[in-house]
């Protein structure tokens, strides 16, 4: 009979069963900035930066071993989750941690491209549901605001077509740091919210284009509704459970959480309206062990320094789908360049050309544009995946919907675009 073990951290930080920091996957390194090529690397000196973190990595690794004393060995789920966001020292809750003084960069980041097309994959599902009074655009996750300041352009762009509908903007943010980020970049600045750190909502305005837009600390206070809900680069940093069995198969790695939140869109899906866009680094249950750290851009042993670094695992998408099962159709997972091909990539990279006379523009659009669609960087290495109501798709061999009117368009980015 086949043995499973659960791993778990021991006293002291020393060491991680089963070979936990193997790292069979790598996140990439990024060499180009958002339309700058080489711009993001070769600023990236963090040695004023690291002497600052030390006091943090000493109370965060002080916290570790007395709690691990006190109530004995924690998972690898429960260090992720103290590391990544524990109120006081968590890496997430006081720092900027994207960017050249970061850790890591994200696709938004790299060309403004990417988030136009995510809005533009909004507006092509709002009009397949039938052009909505209302809908919500929800980002869990949403780093510097950068994805969703793209996507709002274009919804602003095209105002002709979205007037009728009232939109709002939902954050699920858990940084006070980045939340402030997200504020300067999507309004007019903190002082022109309206803040209650206790409340659910804690943090209340208007965008620069006009849409009222509110932050959260759990995806569980967004209002119901009909939705468009973003997850970038969301799913790889929940907490994992790690398990080793005692046969030819090293480990697995379970994401509970992931499980739940999953699970809770598919719900507002169904009942609500609306869809989910995924898109991470991930696999479709074919991978063991993918636990690993980034600081400053490259590869971090997981055990140094805790709370001064990133934590992230690939996302299992076979399990995402496993947990919506006959609740809501899921497309993929896809690769990044597949899917951004379809949503027109190239065409909106060849209109962006044709309107700069800079060569330097024009050349950083062009390297940004290779870093994330180059199947060797980013364009294979991140996944799309969505979450879409089980009516959103006609079968062509449902000879009875036929008869009753057409097919349903179909779903941007997982085949052409058609607007």
Wanted: charged share 20%; proline share 5%; aromatic share 8%.
């Amino acid at each position: 009979m086949t043995k499973v073990y659960a791993m778990r951290f021991f006293p002291g930080l020393k060491c991680l069963c089963g070979g936990v920091s193997s790292y069979i996957s790598r996140k990439v390194s990024p060499v180009c900035g958002r339309l700058w090529a080489g711009q993001w690397m070769r600023s990236c000196s963090r040695t004023s930066q690291i002497m600052k973190e030390g006091n943090q990595d000493s109370i965060m690794l002080k916290h570790l071993i007395s709690k691990i004393k006190s109530t004995g060995p924690i998972s690898v789920a429960e260090y992720m989750r103290e590391v990544l966001t524990n109120p006081v020292t968590g890496y997430y809750q006081h720092r900027d941690v994207l960017g050249p003084q970061g850790d890591f960069i994200t696709s938004p980041e790299i060309s403004q491209i990417f988030g136009e097309l995510l809005g533009v994959w909004c507006i092509s599902e709002w009009m397949a549901a039938g052009k909505p009074k209302t809908f919500q655009l929800v980002e869990l996750g949403p780093g510097r605001g950068t994805l969703a300041s793209d996507a709002l352009r274009v919804f602003s762009q095209l105002n002709s077509v979205l007037k009728e509908s009232e939109i709002s903007v939902h954050l699920v943010e858990v940084s006070p740091k980045l939340g402030e980020v997200q504020a300067q970049l999507l309004t007019e600045g903190e002082q022109h919210l309206r803040h209650d750190p206790n409340a659910a909502i804690y943090k209340t305005g208007t965008t620069k284009t006009g849409l009222p837009i509110s932050w959260y600390k759990d995806l569980q206070d967004v209002p119901r509704g009909f939705s468009f809900y973003i997850a970038h680069e969301f799913f790889d940093v929940l907490p994992i459970h790690k398990f080793q069995r005692d046969d030819e198969r090293d480990h697995i790695e379970i994401c509970p959480e992931a499980g739940i939140i999953v699970q809770n869109l598919a719900s507002r899906i169904t009942e609500d309206g609306g869809a989910a866009l995924i898109a991470d680094y991930g696999h479709n249950g074919t991978k063991t062990d993918t636990f690993r750290g980034f600081r400053g851009h490259q590869q971090h042993d997981v055990l140094t320094t805790p709370g001064t670094a990133d934590l992230t695992a690939d996302v299992d998408f076979s399990y995402l789908r496993q947990m919506t099962k006959g609740k809501v159709t899921s497309l993929g997972p896809i690769p990044q360049h597949e899917f951004l091909k379809n949503m027109g990539i190239d065409v909106r990279l060849q209109v962006l050309l044709r309107n700069t006379s800079d060569p330097a523009t024009s050349t950083g659009l062009i390297d940004a544009y290779d870093m994330i669609m180059n199947p060797e960087k980013m364009g294979n290495r991140f996944k799309f995946f969505a979450l879409l109501p089980c009516d959103r798709l006609i079968s062509s061999n449902d000879t009875r919907s036929k008869k009753h009117g057409p097919t349903a368009p179909p779903v941007a980015g997982f085949s052409e675009l058609q607007l």
